[in-house]
T-cell receptor
Framework: DAGVIQSPRHEVTEMGQEVTLRCKPI?????LFWYRQTMMRGLELLIY????????DSGMPEDRFSAKMPNASFSTLKIQPSEPRDSAVYFC????????????FGEGSWLTVV | GENVEQHPSTLSVQEGDSAVIKCTYS??????FPWYKQELGKRPQLIID?????GEKKDQRIAVTLNKTAKHFSLHITETQPEDSAVYFC????????????FGKGTRLSVIA
């Protein structure tokens, strides 16, 4: 398996622009997580899905952030409008329902908003 | 909800020495504790995990200990090597169900040759 695939790997955008980050989870995994990593806050859970349904979005910082999972193999995280403080690495991760809670991370999307 | 505290935030050791990273958790119902290693510019990757029915687990040079009474767990790396330099994250959760992992803020380990 290719693992969790994220795109783009790097994005630099101007403040006010819309940013869309994409994720393909590992095939067969029914949980998908979006994390944000910064030096100050570490790894923060933004939102997660189970069987394509959002379960908990309490970590989404503001209404400017939204996430969707239209099918089992694709999810997006959108920021509109983007601000400099959104600059971070955004990780997508997935896991399979079983008796372990191990999650597998993608390579991350490095976002810089100038 | 669960809260995980991790210490220290940075740690420097001489090559060959041991390194210990400690975490505490708040929810006594948590019973799954993984550790992730993140090398510079890379994704976090699982290196070892432990469940609450076990007090210690070892895998070559790394080991994890768990004290459920005190609600803390630790990562031990022996005979450190330069390639052990990375950021290490602890996490806690229930082993199944809908609860996601809650991560500590990470420890930046530097192994000095």
């Amino acid at each position: 398996d290719a693992g969790v695939i994220q795109s783009p790997r790097h994005e630099v955008t101007e403040m006010g622009q819309e940013v869309t980050l994409r994720c393909k989870p590992i095939s067969g995994h029914d949980y998908l997580f979006w994390y944000r990593q910064t030096m100050m806050r570490g790894l923060e859970l933004l939102i997660y899905f189970n069987n394509n349904v959002p379960i908990d979005d309490s970590g989404m910082p503001e209404d400017r952030f939204s996430a969707k999972m239209p099918n089992a193999s694709f999810s997006t995280l959108k920021i509109q409008p983007s601000e400099p403080r959104d600059s971070a690495v955004y990780f997508c991760a997935s896991r399979q329902s079983n008796n372990r809670n191990t999650i597998y991370f993608g390579e991350g999307s490095w976002l810089t908003v100038v | 909800g669960e809260n995980v505290e991790q210490h220290p935030s940075t740690l420097s050791v001489q090559e060959g020495d041991s390194a210990v990273i400690k975490c505490t958790y708040s929810d006594s119902a948590s019973n799954y504790f993984p550790w992730y290693k993140q090398e510079l510019g890379k994704r976090p990757q699982l290196i070892i995990d432990i469940r609450s029915n076990v007090g210690e687990k070892k895998d070559q040079r790394i080991a994890v200990t768990l004290n459920k009474t005190a609600k803390h767990f630790s990562l031990h790396i022996t005979e450190t090597q330069p390639e052990d330099s990375a950021v290490y994250f602890c996490a806690a959760s229930f082993p199944s169900g809908n609860t996601p992992l809650v991560f500590g803020k990470g420890t930046r380990l530097s192994v000095i040759a």
